[in-house]
């Protein structure tokens, strides 16, 4: 995906000439006089259309000038580019997807070969790399370990780089957006990035199922922090501080907090922990292609029977992640499962994956998981038609319909903390309030 702050202020001037309106000016100034905030978006719908469209207003450095802005990008011609480390990547597979192209890409490879940051690429973080139209590359920043970067800069032809431990500036961003056609596809628009759309469906993965429950009207908006160097270039993303998703009408709100003794995750402003027992799907996105019955025209054995787990139909290979923390009790083959993984929960909880096409690495009997760890890739093995996982929870040793068993949910807040969270949630839920208001506004 494209990572370039510099373009997107150019296409904002053309777009603030002429799309927008009296009445978002009005609000924007509004905003702007807001001395806390710093960096806003706002979007809105425009007035007698049916799609979505959206208004953006870019993070503004203060101390860069728009005319160098536009000076730089007309000379250079360069992008921004980033791209997310996945589970089992190499930097050769990082700087394919970052469209370098294979001269630089094979230089620099030989340049970093004794590189320590290239050794600890770490699931889940970003590289961000700077390249020409044609694939050269001429800068790489990666953040590992503790506040540590490396940095590759090409200069005369030559990949000279650092890895040094910096300090960073923090930026408070504020970001809102309607459901169109995807979560992903309004957070694109919105400028968000990847990385704090992913956390959003993270943090309601007990809460809303992002792909059968998501409608076309829902909103949401996010408080998130990024990470500047001294330049006042964006070097990192930080975490969600809290959000608002509106799903079918219904608001669900969540406060990052952490407290005194270090434990930190997301709460309700009430207090309650948002993290339940087990994730509502064992796949991040994907369609039920068979639900929980007792009657099933079986399309294999073609005769009726019980389905006493739920289908999730999505390609080979897509990721399946453990519902909830546990140990896992059986790895291997097992008749019409195929390959299977059945995890041990506390208490009287089971959770099994079936048809799986392999096993994550590591994943055998007696290994320790947690809540949201990969442990498999959906196959066709076994009785199956075609890719698909099939999940069962079972309680006391039943399989039961995971859509209607009551399960458990984590502590809320401790009382000895309950006093500093209601103050940090006072200022984060005014920040949602005041983005809302300006949406709710923008719609009229």
Do not use: C
């Amino acid at each position: 995906m494209l990572y370039s702050p510099i373009s997107s202020k150019q296409r904002i001037l053309a777009q603030n000439s002429s799309k927008l309106t009296k009445k978002t000016i009005r609000w924007l100034v509004a905003l702007s006089s807001i001395p806390l905030f710093g960096i806003v978006t706002a979007f809105g719908i425009a007035p007698n259309t049916r799609s979505f469209e959206e208004i953006q207003v870019e993070e503004i450095i203060l101390d860069l000038s728009i005319p160098d802005v536009l000076s730089e990008t007309q000379t250079n011609h360069t992008f921004w580019r980033q791209e997310n480390i996945r589970r089992g990547d190499t930097i050769a597979a990082i700087l394919n997807r970052l469209d370098v192209s294979n001269q630089d890409a094979t230089e620099f490879l030989q340049a970093a070969r004794g590189s320590r940051a290239m050794r600890q690429l770490k699931p889940g973080k970003t590289i961000y790399a700077q390249t020409t139209a044609d694939g050269e590359l001429l800068t790489l920043r990666y953040f590992f370990g503790n506040e540590e970067l490396f940095l590759m800069e090409k200069t005369d032809d030559v990949f000279k780089m650092t890895e040094q431990s910096i300090e960073l500036d923090t930026q408070i961003h504020m970001k809102s957006g309607v459901i169109n056609r995807s979560l992903f596809a309004a957070t694109d628009n919105a400028g968000i990035p990847n990385n704090i759309a992913m956390q959003l469906t993270e943090i309601f993965a007990s809460e809303i199922d992002f792909y059968r429950d998501l409608r076309q009207g829902d909103r949401f908006t996010v408080v998130y922090e990024t990470f500047s160097n001294d330049n006042g270039k964006r070097a990192k993303t930080g975490r969600v501080l809290a959000v608002e998703f509106i799903n079918k009408g219904k608001s669900h709100q969540a406060i990052y907090f952490k407290s005194s003794n270090g434990a930190d995750g997301y709460y309700t402003p009430e207090g309650e922990s948002l993290r339940k027992a087990f994730l509502l799907s064992p796949l991040a996105f994907s369609r039920i292609s068979s639900g929980f019955t007792n009657a099933r025209f079986h399309p294999i054995l073609k005769e009726w029977r019980a389905h006493r787990g739920i289908d999730y139909a999505a390609p080979t290979g897509t990721p399946v992640r453990a519902t909830a923390n546990g140990i896992i009790s059986f790895s291997g083959s097992q008749k019409g499962y195929g390959n299977l993984v059945v995890l041990k929960h506390n208490g009287k909880y089971e959770s099994a994956y079936g048809h799986l096409s392999r096993f994550a690495s590591g994943m055998g009997k007696g290994k320790r998981v947690n809540q949201g760890d990969v442990i498999g890739y959906v196959g066709s093995t076994g009785m199956a038609t075609g890719p698909h996982l099939h999940y069962e929870l079972r309680v006391d040793g039943v399989q039961r319909d995971p859509t209607k068993v009551v399960l458990p949910t984590a502590p809320p807040i401790a009382k000895r903390d309950l006093n500093t969270f209601q103050k940090e949630t006072h200022s984060l839920v005014a920040r949602l309030n005041i983005m809302r208001n300006i949406q709710l506004a923008s719609l009229e």
